[in-house]
Every structure is written in C-alpha cells, then in structure tokens.
C-alpha cells in the first residue's frame, strides 16, 4: 500500500484495522470500529491513498454561485444538497417514507435526513418526482439561512462527517498498451510495508445469495457476498464524485477525485490517488487452489486442474465448479460467480461497471490485501487474478488491459467468529454514509432493524434501481442527453459498447483457455425502468 509524499513503516501489527477504525463514522448505537452483528461475515474493504487534508471543523462559507445556479434551474434539487453537503461538510440522505395523512391516492414519500434531521415529506407520483420534491423541501428551509447567514444552523446530535477529499490519486495509464504491473516498495518475508494517509471509502460483508427467484424490479440484491458489495459501495462513491466534477463549480470539482481527459472527455482518477481492496478471507473458488497444482489446463491432469483452477459458482453459500455435476443440478438456483472470479473479471474490465463506464476510464485497484490468518501463501490468487488472463491485453479494446495489483498477506482486521448465527446478514457503508445498512442476504432487503432504512419497502440503496437512479443524475448532470433516452437499465449497460466488447473477449478467452463457461443471470432482472 502505497502512496507518493507519505511515510512508510514495516509492521505485522493490525494497521489496517487501525485505518479502517480511524476512518468509521461514529453513529449512536454503533461501534468506530467495523460493526460486528455477524462476525463470521466474510467482509471486504476499498480504501483510498493519498495525502488526505486535515479538516476538522465544518467550513462557515460557500460559494454564492451555487445558490445561483440553482435558482435559474441549472442544478437539480438533489444535486444541489449533495454539492452543499461537499462544501459545508454535513451528512445527507434521500429516505423513503410514508406519506402524510389526509392524502389519497398512490404517491411514492422521501424526505431529506440532514446529519441526523429529518426535514418536511416530499410526494410525487413516482419516486424520482418524490425525491425531488422532498429535496426541494429541504433546501427552502436551508436557502434562506444560508443567504442570510452563510452558515449552516446547528443541529443537536450532529454526526461527525468522514467524508475528506484525498488530494492524491492512481489509475491505469490513459492508453494502456501491456499489461501493467503496479510497482510496490521492498518488503521484508511475512511482513508488509504500510503507508501513512489511507482512508476507507467503502466497506461490505456476506457470503449469501438471496434464496428468491430474480426478480425483474432491480429492487432486490441476488449477490450480497462481500467483495460484490464491497464493489457496490465503491460504485456509490464514485457516483458522488462525478457529482462534484459536473457541479460546473471549481471548488467542487476540485474536490472530486476525478479528472478530464480532454481528447477523450473521458474522466480518471487522479493520477496520485490509489484504490486498494482489503479481504479478511481469502476468496472463494480458483483463489484457493491446493499448492501443487500448475497452471495448465489442457494438460494430462486437466480435470482436476479445470475443477481448481477454473471458473467457480456460488449456491446457497457453497462453491461449485463450472464442470461439477452439482452445479448442472441446481440451475433453478441463484447463482453468482465466485469471488476469485469475480476480482479477475474487474481487474480486467474495471471496478467501476458497464453504467459508470459511459463516464469514466477503467478503474482498478493497485494491491490486494489478504487478512486471513489461516492463509500461508498468495499463490492461488497470483494464479486466479493474473495468470489465467496472460496475454489478452492486446485483444482488448483501448483503455481496457490486465492491472496486476500487488497481492500481500496483512493482518487481520478483526476476528472472525465461525460459530456465529447471523451469516446471512450482509453490511454496507461508503464514506459520507451517516449509518450502515444491514441486509437480509436470503431475502435480497433491507432488515427492519437496519440503522438505514431507503423506505417500507426495504430495497437497499446498492440494488440495480438505486444505481440507475445515480446514472440518470449524473447523465443529467453531465448533459448527456442520449443517455438519458436509455428505457431500461439493460439499455444503458448495453450502450456502453466497449466495455460490453471487452467483457465478450475476457469470457471468450477464459472459455479458449479452458477454464469453462462465465455463467450470466437471465437478462429478465435487467429489464426495468424508473
């Protein structure tokens, strides 16, 4: 793990729990320390580098231009609290409520929760008229304090906000022609060499597929295993980074983490900021191949090589090979593709998705930290992320190519408890979150007991719904009209031609190689609107 300008010492000790837990907002109720209502939970972790600011205390002034951009209609109501939370440094969140008495008739509620505050309910007839309606709520009351005053009104039980801009960033090259590999600084055996000015940006746990058949309202999570969720934080946060770039304000954009390559408009991070993804386990499937096996799938040993090596699915929280028997046996199940092959998959086309790509360049993470006590080597996940896509960088389209990340063993975070009885439930955050959310793995929703609700109707702020919603926000946002044309969520992935011919080559090549059929859900889930 490391970043330019900052310091480095050699430990075993847990300095990454010592991040994570510097980094984990306080909310009442809950721990600074990662959450533990399951400790058994396999959980995995995004954490940024840099030279981060050390802002401790909310700023007092803001740019008048915002409030003006606002009321000549150039800046949605949504966009604007978002933009307001940036600058003066408090929490902010759309929650799905009910609607107030007297009225008739079928409205979708929202209101705005302001570092802890609820303001006035906003209605419409669906949810994006809800949201801004009770967006606009929200800033009537705000407005005219800001202009009179220039501060924000102080609230009781205000949560301190952890949201700080990392003014240091990485990402691939803009024209990748080889594959990459991310330089790292000598380590010593069994020990890694941590840098200073890391912060988490987003965290999940799980291990479970729902248990529900796919349900084609995007309003239900069918994967919670950890490193998707991980990956679905990290998605939001990026969402609200290419709010700030296209607020059309200078402050805002500069605290973005993103930047424009004018030949291309496309965006990428930083070139002095770093992604990096923590695992307390190591994943499962390729990555935890036996140490005798070799890389050589057509070779005399091929079967068992194709079952360890190979491509692997998830069932009802077990691992199934692509060529077992069992697996062609529970085809009526959700299935997903397991974590190892999950990780190859978005080193190779991005952690950011078909969605965000319409906006930004590949995105993938520099180094893999491993902190399973029971682990000994790093060999199956070298074998899993790199080995089994040498040599397809040329086949793929410009910007796409295989980053080998650095892969280490650290340690653990925290313990894990394999007696624990609450395994199904699955943990999100993302920084800037005022709260966790808890998710009923087997079910695909939220939990009634959850520290964030989005509404009655469970559905968790990662599910493929909430996700359009920020891709319509931003596309509107950014002005990109032919977008925003798209009349389903599998229309706007679909768009995004070379990230889907990229992601037909990795399947193809695995499938050349021998490694067995990527495994796709149906379409139906994809197929939903706003």
Known sequence: MMGRGGSYHVSRGASFAQILKKNMASAPGCSPCVPQPAPAFNSSTFDQAGNSSKNSSKPKHFPKELIDRYKRGETHAVSMLYQLSQVLQFQVEMKETVTTGGITGFYFAFCAVIDGVEYKTGMGTNKKEARAKAAQLALEELLP?????????????????????????????????????????????????????????????????????????????????????????????????????????????????????????????????????????????????????????????????????????????????????AFEQSVSRVVSMSASDKITQWQVLGFQGALLSHFIEPIYVSSILIGDESCSDTRGMEVAVNQRVDGITSKLPMYYCV????????????????????????????????????????????????????????????????????????????????????????????????????????????????????????????????
């Open 145 to 325: 304090i800001l202009e009179n005053d220039g501060v924000l009104p102080d609230v009781p039980g205000n949560i301190p906000s952890t949201q700080s801009v990392v003014q240091t960033t990485v990402g691939p090259p803009p024209l990748p022609v080889k594959e990459r590999v991310y330089p790292v600084p000598e380590a010593h055996p069994g020990r890694t060499v941590f840098a200073t000015g890391y912060k988490v940006v987003a965290l999940g746990t799980g291990n479970f597929n729902t248990k529900e058949s796919l349900a084609p309202n995007g309003r239900v999570l069918h994967d919670s295993h950890a490193v998707v969720t991980a990956r679905r934080s990290l998605m939001r946060y990026l969402y609200r980074h290419l709010l700030l770039f296209f607020s059309k304000n200078r402050s805002l954009e500069e605290k973005s983490v993103f930047q424009q390559d004018q030949s291309t408009k496309l965006l990428s991070l930083k070139s002095h900021i770093t992604l990096h993804l923590y695992l307390n386990q190591l994943p499962k499937g390729a990555a935890q191949i036996p140490s005798h096996l070799r890389l050589n799938p057509l070779s005399i040993s091929a079967w068992e090589v194709n079952n360890q090596i190979g491509l692997h699915v998830m069932i009802d929280g077990k691992v199934f090979s692509v060529f077992s028997s």
């Open 403 to 530: 980053y080998r990340p650095h892969i280490s063993l650290v340690p653990s975070a925290m313990t894990t408890d394999p007696h624990s009885t609450q395994k199904s439930l699955s943990l999100n955050w993302t920084q800037g979150d005022v709260s966790l959310e808890v998710v009923d793995s087997l079910e695909g929703k939220i939990v009634e007991e959850s520290p964030f609700k989005s509404g009655p109707a469970l559905a968790s702020r990662l599910c493929k719904v909430a996700m359009l919603s920020r891709f319509n926000l931003v596309a509107k946002e950014a002005q990109r009209e032919e977008l925003l044309a798209a009349v389903s969520y599998r229309e706007a992935k679909m768009m995004s031609k070379p990230y889907q011919e990229a992601k037909s080559v990795l399947k193809s090549y695995l499938a050349m190689r021998g490694y067995g059929q990527w495994v796709e859900k149906p379409p139906i889930s994809d197929h939903f609107t706003m």
